[in-house]
């Protein structure tokens, strides 16, 4: 019983650590942890498991993220929007894009309005405007329409494909417009040669 005791506290007490090197990014640290874990016995947590994978993602360490991760049988959501936002942050959109319908095709869990944006950025960033369209359409199927980073998201892709009509239709239905909605309206129609439009957003 006293060593069961003792095995929780001390994941719980790594758990705690790795929340602390994921906000801060340090890979370094997490990397002296992971290998504390690993002399402790305790890796047959799958919460700490699912903690590390999560936080090597968040330091944008591609192997090590990738390789924990592919061993947990039920990944939560928080470490599947990890891992898909770190394969964008790193240049790798095909790979977010490839996690993105390995998560829907699990049937296990559902996205969030965490997982669009990023997912949204993959199809901009690859250039897959019809992919992204369909994408868009399944946020107002799932409520998340009009959550304010999807709406910005959906603005970048669009724009960037040279989508004017659809950016400017996105932009018009915000309930809230950021700074960033504004800046990515205006310089995406300066963007695609329409000055005038610019300054008309511009002078709203």
Request: neutral net charge.
């Amino acid at each position: 019983m006293k060593k069961g005791m003792m095995f929780a506290t001390t994941a719980a007490q790594c758990e705690s650590l790795l929340g602390k090197f994921s906000a801060s990014q340090s890979h370094s640290e997490t990397k002296r942890l992971h290998a504390l874990i690993l002399t402790l016995g305790i890796f047959s947590s799958s919460n700490l498991c699912s903690k590390l994978a999560t936080t090597y993602a968040q330091c944008h360490h591609a192997s090590y993220a990738s390789h924990l991760f592919d061993k947990l049988s039920q990944p939560c959501l928080f470490s599947w929007n990890a891992m898909m936002r770190m394969y964008v942050q790193i240049g790798r959109p095909f790979d977010a894009l490839n996690l993105f319908v390995e998560m829907l095709g699990s049937g296990r869990t559902l996205p969030d309005k965490f997982t669009y944006p990023v997912v949204i950025k993959a199809c901009g960033d690859l250039s897959l405007i019809d992919v992204g369209v369909g994408i868009h359409g399944q946020t107002f199927k799932f409520g998340y329409d009009s959550d304010t980073f999807v709406q910005n998201t959906s603005l970048a892709m669009y724009m960037n494909a040279g989508e004017k009509e659809a950016a400017q239709l996105v932009f018009d239905l915000m309930l809230e417009r950021t700074v960033i909605s504004w800046n990515t309206m205006i310089n995406g129609y300066f963007w695609n040669n329409c000055v005038e439009d610019a300054v008309k957003v511009y002078g709203r």
